[in-house]
């Protein structure tokens, strides 16, 4: 059973940072893809940043790049969201997919779901 947990959500102040962790089990495909999703108050959940399992090929929403760095270690399972330069803006529960079929990385494709952590930026 593939399961997807997140932690390291909080509260930051703006121009602060947090770092996001997924950690998966289950998995027994070949391939597939990890991505950090966001849902604030009143509106549509919307990617953030996804990385390829096998390739480590990444792609970032144009709201986040040059602040986010996706990274992952195979070794422990785990995926990372690198928060920098944080903006109020970026405040929404954060949530880890994943989808065993490379190169999708948006949120109607992902196939498991994490619960979610809470990232609040006060301005």
């Known amino acids: 059973e593939v399961q997807l947990v997140e932690s390291g959500g909080g509260l930051a102040q703006a121009g602060g940072s947090l770092r996001l962790s997924c950690a998966t089990s289950g998995f027994t495909f070949n391939d597939y893809v990890i991505g950090w999703f966001r849902q604030a108050p009143g509106k549509e959940r919307e990617t953030v940043s996804c990385i390829g399992h096998s390739d480590g090929h990444t792609y970032y929403a144009d709201s986040v790049k040059g602040r986010f760095t996706i990274s992952n270690d195979n070794a422990k399972n785990m995926v990372y969201l690198q928060m920098n330069s944080l903006k109020p803006e970026d405040t929404a529960v954060y949530y880890c997919?994943?989808?065993?079929?490379?190169?999708?990385?948006?949120?109607?494709?992902?196939?498991?779901w994490g619960k979610g952590t809470l990232v609040t930026v006060s301005s």
């Open positions: 997919a994943a989808v065993v079929v490379a190169g999708i990385c948006y949120s109607d494709g992902m196939d498991y």
